[in-house]
């Protein structure tokens, strides 16, 4: 079964902390994403990456950078965080050279409280 | 661009009922269309999926037809049980696009016994 990780299920942070979530997939799964979700807004991505060292911008980027050293962890960094990235975050992961067809899996997501 | 709209919630249903979620979409090419649940405290997980026109994807006793001439995916079950309480969330990916998922807004359901 693929698994992905994410370091913390829940995270209370102050406004101007720099905040690192990380997340872990376990099958060699070259495809990942970060996306936040907000009642009434569904998932909105924020990074997306296709391979070590490559990042593309997804739709709401603004606040947020993304770091990918090895294939099997991307992390999400927060430079400066503040209380309207207050939200839950989800981490994902899709097969290599995947199509349409594919489907995503997701980690158990990081509720971030910015106080 | 694409696009995918779902019913908005949220719904309450006894236990026993009938479920239907609608979801339309809007999409440039020939898009695959997927069903994600999410139980409370969890992330998203693959509840079905459909990857071309007149398929329909099953699982759990959910059921969802891709609907090509209606351009809908449309999720129902028969007789919805209290474990069934979830947010369920429509979304589709096609190659046009790079293959990026797009979700809808997410249907809150409860059943209640």
């Known amino acids: 079964d693929v698994k992905v990780t994410q370091s913390s299920r829940y995270l209370v942070k102050r406004t101007g902390e720099k905040v690192f979530l990380e997340c872990v997939q376990d099958?060699?799964?070259?495809?990942m994403f970060w996306y936040r979700q907000d009642p009434g807004l569904g998932l909105r991505l924020i990074y997306f990456?296709?391979?070590?060292?490559?990042?593309e911008k997804g739709d709401i980027p603004e606040g947020y950078s993304v770091s990918r050293e090895k294939k099997e962890r991307f992390s999400l960094i927060l430079e400066s965080a503040s209380t309207n990235q207050t939200s839950m975050y989800l981490c994902?992961?899709?097969?290599?050279?995947?199509?349409?067809?594919?489907?995503?899996?997701f980690g158990p997501g990081t509720r971030l409280t910015v106080l | 661009g694409d696009s995918v709209t779902q019913m908005e919630g949220p719904v309450t249903l006894s236990e026993e009922a009938f479920l239907t979620i609608n979801c339309t979409y809007t999409a440039t090419g020939y898009p695959s269309l997927f069903w994600y649940v999410q139980y409370p405290g969890e992330g998203l997980q693959l509840l079905l999926k459909a990857t071309k026109a007149d398929d329909k994807g099953s699982n759990k006793g959910f059921e969802a037809t891709y609907r090509k001439e209606t351009t809908s995916f449309h999720l129902e079950k028969g007789s919805v049980q209290v474990s069934d309480s979830a947010v369920y969330f429509c979304a589709l990916s096609e190659p046009n696009t790079g293959n990026q998922f797009y979700f809808g807004t997410g249907t809150s359901l409860t059943v209640i016994p």
């Open positions: 994902a992961s899709r097969p290599s050279g995947g199509t349409s067809t594919d489907t995503q899996y």
């Open positions: 990456s296709y391979d070590v060292k490559m990042k």
């Open positions: 099958m060699d799964h070259e495809n």
